[in-house]
């Protein structure tokens, strides 16, 4: 079973940027479509970016399209979520997981991989 450890999670103020880490261990995720999920309080676990597993495509939900670029370096076996123009709404728990399209067109979490611990991310003046 492969291991995921996202990092790269803090503290920063409105319109601030950070770029997220998610690395593997345990196998390569070459093979797999990867996202990024994320959890604010009292809210369900959702959809955020994924990179397919050339990393030639991505998709990004409507809420972060734009301000946040996700990328994969399959020879690091690392997933990487660039974040700018951050959000109060921005604020949650954020996970790296592989992901899967599902037949109502978005993207969801597969069970190719666990899930990490997630990093928090927190927008706060």
């Known amino acids: 079973q492969v291991h995921l450890v996202e990092s790269g999670g803090g503290l920063v103020q409105p319109g601030g940027s950070l770029t997220l880490s998610c690395a593997a261990a345990g196998r390569t995720l070459s093979r797999n479509n990867m996202g990024w999920f994320r959890q604010a309080p009292g809210k369900e676990r959702g959809f955020v970016a994924v990179?397919?597993?050339?990393?030639?495509?991505?998709y990004y939900a409507d809420s972060v399209k734009g301000p946040f670029t996700i990328s994969r370096d399959n020879d690091k076996n690392t997933v990487y979520l660039q974040m700018s123009s951050l959000k109060p709404e921005d604020t949650a728990v954020y996970y790296c997981?592989?992901?899967?399209?599902?037949?109502?067109?978005?993207?969801?979490?597969?069970?190719?991989?666990?899930w990490g611990q997630g990093t928090q991310v927190t927008v706060s003046s």
């Open positions: 990179v397919t597993w050339t990393g030639g495509n991505t």
């Open positions: 997981k592989s992901a899967l399209w599902g037949a109502d067109s978005t993207w969801y979490p597969s069970p190719d991989t666990g």
